[in-house]
């Protein structure tokens, strides 16, 4: 997928959403360089326009250059907020960057999940990626998960919430639990579903309006 | 722009730690923004997006002192490299397992994969800390790109833990396997999963062609007046209550029939008592084994012997090593048989103690093909010093797996055997050489039972011609081998 739809959203925006000369120049830079693939320099100007007092759009664009560094988790704890953010924001070829880092972080389902979403809507390209790519995890997700699946995402689930990252740990227990349902018996579906609700308790606690 | 200043600008654009051109204009604001960005991601152990931002922080306002510290510290500070996959690899690749294992700690904790989890796995427990291995294979279990390569891993640390239960699951959900080479060291584990347990019972039923059963001396192969037809029987039970490491007993017994000369069918039973240290390639054990040779259903030897043998891993080989010491008794034939095979003198002649070892060198090409190499030495102190001699040759094995059921495997060895006096009744002291080899085929029907077939050869060459002779012996058969829990 080419990187010019979201470095021109971004130019975009720079050019007509944000007053502030500084955000405009940290935006149009940033994009600059997503566009030529300089995906580390990219995520620093984003979050310095974040620093200084962007919010919404430009933390997709971070969420998208952190999935470009293969740094999945923290892609995904970024498109969270993002989403808080500004839910009206994305779009497919957002969506397919958050699909590919929830399948680098081997959340297959909500890979499986977005994607279906992204081939609905997107145009050709993107489309044809989204459908090959889920080509190939059907025969993944088809038959029967093992329950050493289940036990690895909730043991990956504990391990972000004791390093005090709820928003990542919900989406391993989101993931196991839902693998958990694929299976007759049910394999600690109920300690994935409380493990659940008490992450996303503290991200709702962490949440910046309380 | 002068050459020096162009040369410094590209740098700077290049390499954050560069000297950064002076010529911006200040600004705090931006370089604050710049100096908390850079500190979110030295936390998250993104170093080189960190010193970028420190970088930018400098040169948005050089007299930021905290940005300048930050920038020095990551730069001048030749800090250790950011935990990754290739760096564990070169650090195994170049024997460093202890720092392997460490980078690969520090990756799960910052950017755990399932890559990296299945690589601890597999070196936890190669240093047998299963405990370690299990749940990062279990983790890398997870996974369907590392499924598979983790399956086999856990099914070797439930084989190794005497689980043959979990392990055949393993091995059998491996069968389908796309990696070919997974999918024949599986086959090869599945049979071995399915003949461990605290008592393994194993046996042979076959026949075939003898085509010298007395050891007719002569340089004919096949045109033997004492070639016959034979069929056996072979059973034994092997008992380890404590699994691979520990005491074990091991009993069997076999006969095989020639009905066309029963005098030289062959019997033997056998008890073997024993204690074994370690279980993984690095092992060695001690025994006491006590065996009764028959013949034509009267016996003719009883030997006792004790054992030692070890073996230790060397790269990608294996060594191997055995001594022993055999007390051996020949039995005079009863006074019912017409033409006794041993007189009472002959056999308190024949009797003594023979000290033998063995030193072998295993080396696997592949999981399907591995060959041995290996030398014998054997002195036997007859009670009579004619039927006392030194003995000692080399020999070769391999065996080599075609497809996940048959297997090919071959054998050869030679031993020159060197008498100590001479034999008053040859008129000389005896020296002989032996030469055997032979190969076997085995088809596996199941994880238990097997289809066999083997054609060995034997030629015995003396400087008495009449113990000199050629013999040769087909056999087919079906084996079985299961372990029990």
């Known amino acids: 997928v080419a990187y010019g739809g979201i470095a021109a959203a971004i130019l975009c925006l720079a050019g007509a959403a944000l007053g502030s000369a500084d955000l405009d120049r940290r935006l149009a830079s940033g994009a600059s360089h997503f566009r030529a693939g300089r995906f580390d320099r990219a995520l620093v100007e984003f979050k310095v326009a974040r620093q200084l007092g962007a919010r919404g759009d430009v933390t997709w664009y971070i969420a998208a250059a952190l999935t470009k560094l293969q740094r999945p988790e923290d892609a995904l704890e970024a498109f969270a907020t993002a989403e808080a953010e500004a839910p009206d924001s994305g779009d497919t070829l957002l969506a397919y960057y958050r699909a590919i880092a929830c399948h680098d972080a081997q959340l297959l389902v909500c890979a499986d999940r977005i994607l279906a979403e992204v081939s609905a809507d997107a145009g050709p390209k993107i489309r044809s990626q989204a459908e090959k790519i889920r080509s190939q995890l059907a025969p993944l997700l088809g038959p029967e998960p093992p329950p050493s699946a289940i036990d690895a995402l909730l043991s990956r689930g504990e391990t972000a919430l004791k390093h005090q990252r709820p928003t990542l740990a919900a989406l391993y227990f989101r993931e196991a639990h839902a693998l958990s349902s694929r299976r007759s018996d049910r394999h600690r579906a109920g300690e994935a579903d409380s493990r659940l609700k008490a992450a996303a308790v503290d991200v709702a606690q962490r949440s910046p309006r309380r | ?485």
Not at chain 2, 232 to 241: D, V, Y
Not at chain 2, 400 to 414: H, K
Request: proline share 7%; hydrophobic share 40%.
């Open chain 2, 1 to 485: 722009m002068t050459v020096p200043l162009l040369a410094l600008w590209l740098l700077a654009a290049i390499d954050p730690c560069a000297s950064r051109l002076p010529g911006r204009k200040k600004d705090p604001a931006t370089a604050s923004a710049y100096l908390s960005v850079g500190r979110e991601e030295e936390s998250r152990g993104a170093l080189k997006t960190a010193k970028l931002a420190y970088a930018e922080a400098v040169a948005s306002d050089p007299s930021n002192a905290q940005a300048r510290s930050a920038l020095r510290r990551l730069c001048a500070e030749p800090v250790s490299p950011p935990p990754s996959l290739d760096a564990a690899l070169e650090k195994l690749s170049a024997g460093d397992r202890d720092e392997a294992l460490r980078i690969l700690e520090r990756l799960r904790e910052k950017a755990p994969s399932a890559s990296a989890a299945l690589l601890e796995g597999i070196l936890n427990y190669e240093l047998e800390r299963d405990a370690q291995a299990e749940p990062l294979l279990r983790s890398a279990e997870a996974d369907p790109s590392t499924a598979d390569s983790a399956k086999l891993f856990l099914g070797l640390i439930a084989l190794r833990k005497g689980d043959a239960d979990s392990a055949l699951s393993q091995f059998r959900a491996l069968s389908n396997a796309p990696d070919a080479t997974l999918r024949s060291s599986a086959a090869s584990l599945l049979r071995l999963a399915a003949r461990e347990g605290r008592l393994v019972l194993s046996g042979t039923l076959e026949g075939g062609y003898d085509s010298n059963t007395d050891v007719t001396p002569g340089t004919q192969l096949l045109s033997s007046s004492a070639a016959a037809g034979l069929g056996g029987a072979a059973l034994s039970a092997l008992i380890r209550p404590w699994l691979q490491a520990g005491p074990f007993l091991l009993l069997r017994g076999g006969y095989r029939a020639i009905p066309a000369n029963p005098i030289y069918e062959l019997g033997s039973a056998a008890g073997a008592l024993g204690f074994q240290l370690g279980d993984g390639d690095l092992r060695g054990a001690a025994e006491y084994q006590l065996d009764l040779v028959a013949l034509g259903l009267h016996p003719y030897l009883l030997t006792h012997s004790l054992l030692v043998r070890g073996q230790v891993p060397l790269g990608r080989a294996l060594l191997f090593a055995e001594l022993g010491a055999y007390l051996e008794t020949y039995i005079p034939s009863p006074p019912s048989i017409p033409i006794p095979l041993l007189t009472a003198s002959e056999a308190a002649g024949y009797s003594g103690v023979r000290p033998a070892g063995r030193g072998t060198a295993r080396w696997r090409f592949s999981p399907e093909l591995f060959a041995e190499l290996e030398y014998g030495l054997s002195r036997d102190l007859a009670g009579e010093r004619r039927f006392s001699y030194l003995e000692h040759g080399p020999g070769v094995r391999a065996r080599w797996s075609l497809t996940s059921q048959l297997s090919l495997s071959t054998a050869a060895e030679y031993r020159t055997r060197a008498f100590d006096a001479p034999d008053p009744d040859l008129l000389l002291t005896r020296a002989d050489t032996y030469v055997n080899g032979g190969l076997r085929a085995e088809y596996e029907l199941s994880p238990s039972w097997a289809l066999f077939a083997s054609l060995w050869g034997w030629q015995a060459s003396s400087n008495v011609p009449e113990l000199s002779y050629l013999r040769l012996v087909g056999t087919a058969g079906f084996s079985f081998t299961e372990g029990f829990q």
